[in-house]
């Protein structure tokens, strides 16, 4: 098993090792996908009530909700784990 260093450079986390003098740049712990949540939560009337919120750890406010309201729980839970798998590939790009 070898050592790491972390070293924040430029908002990311570097990782050095000091054997082998490698370097490589990994994502800060922020945006791991356990940090995350996706909740659903009833906010409208009928026919259309439900909303996808996604939550980051330690937050009690969502950092990104739906724009449109779903018919179904199930529904808006789909575009919610969508839209974040979305939302950390953009990050990790």
Do not use: C
């Not at 924040?8 to 990782?15: A, I, L, S, T, V």
């Not at 490589?24 to 919120?53: G, T, Y």
Request: net charge positive.
């Amino acid at each position: 098993m070898q050592n790491f260093v972390r070293v924040m450079r430029e908002n990311k986390f570097e990782k050095i090792s000091p054997d082998l003098g490698e370097l490589s740049v990994i994502l800060p712990p922020m945006i791991d996908h356990e940090d995350f949540s996706v909740v659903v939560k009833n906010r409208a009337h009928p026919p259309k009530p439900w909303r996808w919120e996604i939550y980051r750890a330690g937050r009690t406010s969502p950092i990104e909700h739906s724009q449109i309201y779903f018919e179904t729980m199930s529904e808006a839970s789909r575009a919610g784990k969508a839209a974040l798998k979305l939302m950390l590939s953009e990050v990790q790009n």
